[in-house]
């Protein structure tokens, strides 16, 4: 059974344009290493820059999976070079009703 996750991505100084393009290629990149699913992710940014994606693991195997596989782990020290992952209540206006945010993709 798939496994919906939330992610925020905040950016480091001056990385946000290199965050956003990054993002873009996160799950076409899992999807090739057979990790997700074909729902497509929704991404979009807060007013502060930070990033959010909404993305479907294939299942809580293929979360675990990746934590070891050849093709995901250098992507994720891509990530870690540009951003920083923060809680989803850290994203500006969380704590709102309705949170509005910008659509990336």
Avoid: Q
Avoid at 29 to 53: H, K, Q, Y
Avoid at 64 to 69: K, N, Q, R, W
Avoid at 75 to 102: H, I, K, Q, S
């Amino acid at each position: 059974m798939g496994r919906v996750v939330v992610v925020c991505y905040r950016p480091h100084e001056g990385m946000g344009e290199e965050l956003r393009a990054l993002v873009l290629t996160h799950v076409p990149r899992l999807r090739e290493a057979g990790l997700v699913t074909d729902r497509e992710p929704i991404i979009a940014a807060a007013s502060d820059g930070t990033v959010l994606e909404v993305f479907e693991w294939a299942s809580s195997d293929a979360i675990a999976a990746a934590h070891e596989h050849p093709a995901v782990l250098p992507m994720w020290a891509e990530f870690d070079r540009v951003c920083t992952y923060v809680p989803v209540a850290e994203l500006p206006g969380a704590a709102d009703l309705f949170t509005e945010l910008e659509p990336l993709a």
